[in-house]
């Protein structure tokens, strides 16, 4: 069948999927007051979602994801109310349900979880106690509702439960609380699991860690799955179909793989080549980018929604709403609201993409490096943490030349955040520490830096909501910045604003406008703005993009390299998404317990060989089809850190990571601190690659090579780690 359904979700029959479903949605219609008008947040939106099957909803902030779980649920806000459709949850039509029978489906049927696990869980209460409710909710007594929460602690992979269960909310780790919220989801062993973001703002490895829990639970329950998140990749690993919201509608729906090899509405294309993937960087090719913004809720009543947007639309377009066409592709049908789907994936790239890029072709020799503008000796900082010490940053030395960007990763708590605000004063370095700005010496302190050195050093923070006050306009906020690090007054300001504004493709209309106005990609711009006000030599990006959708984050990327471009800026860019970090980074640090266990130009560290900490971080990176320079992902198997990061004064002796390490050797790396060799690269060169680890560079890259016992977590050659021992002895 090559053409529109009668209706959108006439593809099979409502009353036997009541049956056969964990959630049937039909033409479901949301509507919420706003300023005395009914506004359609959700128009006629219709899917399904089978007994064990996952199912993934994407879309930009604003488009109804979470309005469809909030639907589901009936836990829609005052304002809120479900004008037309049906939802049905395992045969049980939610609409029609009294307050005991919904309160009953919320506690055995259905359970959430959401994207913050720390506003989820109740602070003045114990894990024990929390868990235990949910089993108490379903009926359980309260001495089997202990023992059952030990047992789920135990299965969703929490080391050392016993305690864990006595703990509050804050003496656990992001990851920690969102496998206890997970098991409280799963108490009531569900028929329907609703994730909704749950992985955002999680490292690499947690991140890998409760998707591989979620994966794995799900299998052993047999529990469908409605997965709510803009990580595509994360979707493409986990969900067998994937339906893609926008302003409100479903626009496209089919197999997971169908919809990202071949996507069939230009919104999931536009979205798709938004991804900073493999084989890309700031120096070839500039991130695609989708224009404009999601119409207000109710504003289009003509036409396709996605028109004004769209660079294939034409008057058809603007005329006639697009029917739901169905096509068969190769793992089912594919469904798309587009007249032009079939010309969907030509959609023409978007016009900055034609914009001079700084190295032609990928033969081209890498850039000469200069001068550093920045460099850190020996440094350190100490912390105590009831009474232990915790060094937090351990004996860290690199450098930073102008115009270049040096990425940090590594999982949270080791040391990233801290390196950057030891490099802009706001944490005072220990004893033997030393940090230069061109050469001359720079205080340790903020408060004692010139104005000069204040405002060649600047942050963009993750969030910019707590980076700009709410109470000023986005002119106050920009102007204070150039009255402070720059000699203009009145009429230079505004000048000086409006060239501002326009660098960072900020529209002129916003300057009036409070930051509590504005979306999260305008405020970040913001943000950017007032960081360069008063031309910063180097910027640190501390997870500017973390919290933006993919469209967003193209944006803010291809502006960060148009700035570093036009004006020689450098970047300390901090971020989880290793993805976003092999785009914008010209070399890569990583930091394992504040340690610097490898440093290198980014296509030696990601091609490898590399430090095991890195492999096993690389190793937890979610991929796309079609990923990769050559059309296909590198497939990487998933290595499992076991364990948890060591804390105050259990820090380990020799290697920092041997608690923890794979490819561990034995005695050597229980007692003694591995040095720095050369991977490749010029020795003592900034372009250099150098990995601190006893195993020699030689047998890593073998090993490397090699497929893994993924279960084991070591290499499957025993023969290699003996002869590594050797060697390194």
Do not use: W
Request: proline share 7%; aromatic share 4%; charged share 25%.
């Amino acid at each position: 069948m090559n053409g529109p359904p009668p209706s959108s979700f006439a593809a099979f029959d409502v009353s036997k999927s009541d049956r056969t479903d964990a959630l049937t949605v039909v033409g479901l219609t949301v509507t919420y007051r706003i300023r005395g008008r009914d506004r359609e947040v959700l128009q006629d939106v219709s899917f399904r979602v089978r007994r064990g099957e996952a199912y993934g909803l994407v879309g930009e902030s604003g488009c109804g994801k979470s309005t469809v779980a909030m639907a589901t649920l009936r836990y829609l806000p005052r304002n809120g109310k479900v004008k037309a459709g049906k939802i049905v949850i395992a045969g049980e039509d939610v609409q029609k349900l009294g307050a005991d029978a919904l309160r009953g489906m919320r506690a055995t049927t259905v359970s959430m979880v959401y994207q913050d696990p720390g506003r989820a869980l109740n602070p003045s209460l114990t894990i024990a106690r929390q868990v235990s409710e949910a089993f108490e909710a379903a009926g359980v007594a309260r001495g089997e509702a202990l023992r059952r929460t030990l047992d789920m602690l135990k299965r969703v992979r929490i080391a050392a439960p016993e305690r864990v269960m006595d703990s509050y909310p804050h003496q656990l780790s992001g990851g920690m609380q969102q496998r206890v919220v997970i098991a409280m989801a799963l108490a009531s062993n569900p028929a329907l699991l609703i994730l909704d973001e749950p992985t955002t703002g999680l490292d690499a490895t947690v991140e890998a860690e409760v998707l591989d829990l979620v994966a794995q639970l799900r299998e052993e329950l047999g529990t469908a799955v409605l997965f709510i998140s803009h990580n595509l990749a994360v979707i493409g690993r986990m969900c067998e179909r994937v339906g893609v919201l926008y302003a409100g509608k479903l626009v496209e729906e089919g197999a997971t793989q169908d919809v990202f090899a071949r996507p069939r509405h230009p919104y999931t294309v536009g979205l798709l080549r938004c991804l900073p993937t493999a084989g890309r960087s700031k120096d070839r090719e500039r991130l695609d980018t989708i224009a404009g913004g999601l119409p207000l809720p109710g504003s289009v009543t003509q036409g396709c929604i996605y028109a004004e947007r769209c660079r294939l639309a034409d008057e058809r377009c603007r005329r006639d709403a697009p029917p739901p066409y169905r096509l068969g592709a190769a793992h089912g049908d594919q469904m798309a609201r587009c007249h032009y789907h079939e010309r969907a994936i030509e959609l023409p790239r978007a016009a900055s993409s034609a914009a001079p890029v700084l190295v032609a072709s990928s033969d081209a020799p890498p850039r000469a490096p200069s001068s550093p503008v920045l460099r850190a000796r020996n440094l350190s900082k100490t912390f105590h943490v009831s009474g232990a010490p915790l060094r937090a940053v351990d004996d860290v030395s690199l450098e930073l030349a102008s115009g270049e960007t040096l990425g940090l990763v590594g999982e949270s708590g080791s040391g990233k955040t801290t390196l950057a605000r030891l490099m802009l004063g706001l944490l005072a370095p220990d004893a033997g520490s030393a940090l230069e700005l061109d050469g001359a010496p720079l205080a340790a302190r903020v408060t004692r830096r010139s104005d000069e050195q204040l405002k060649s050093l600047q942050i963009v923070f993750q969030n910019p909501d707590s980076a700009l006050n709410r109470a000023h306009s986005v002119k106050r906020l920009i102007g204070r910045a150039l009255a402070r690090f720059t000699a203009l007054r009145g009429p230079e300001i505004d000048a000086r604003l409006a060239t501002l504004t326009d660098a960072v493709r900020l529209p002129a209309r916003y300057l009036d406008a409070h930051s509590r106005q504005l979306s999260g990609g305008l405020k970040q711009r913001v943000a950017i703005a007032r960081a360069f006000a008063g031309e910063p030599r180097v910027v640190v990006c501390d997870e500017p993009t973390s919290s933006l959708d993919v469209s967003v984050q193209a944006a803010i990327l291809n502006l960060l390299a148009d700035l570093q471009r036009e004006r020689g800026v450098s970047y300390v860019f901090i971020s989880h998404d290793l993805h976003v970090v092999r785009y914008v980074s010209d070399r890569i640090a990583v930091l394992y317990l504040g340690r610097l266990l490898e440093i290198g130009p980014a296509a030696a560290v990601f091609d490898g060989p590399q430090h095991p900490y890195t492999e096993a971080l690389l190793s937890a990176l979610p991929t796309l089809p079609g990923d990769g320079a050559s059309g296909e992902p590198r497939q990487r198997t998933r290595i499992r850190l076991t364990g948890e990061l060591p804390g105050p004064g259990a820090m380990p002796v020799g290697c920092v990571f041997h608690t923890r390490c794979p490819r561990k050797l034995g005695a050597i790396c229980e007692q003694q601190d591995p040095p720095f060799a050369d991977a490749g690269g010029a020795a003592n060169s900034p372009s250099a690659h150098r990995i601190r680890c006893h195993i020699p560079v030689a047998t890593l890259r073998e090993l490397q090579s090699e497929p893994r016992d993924d279960n084991a977590g070591s290499p499957t050659n025993g023969g290699h780690a003996d002869d590594a021992s050797r060697n390194a002895s």
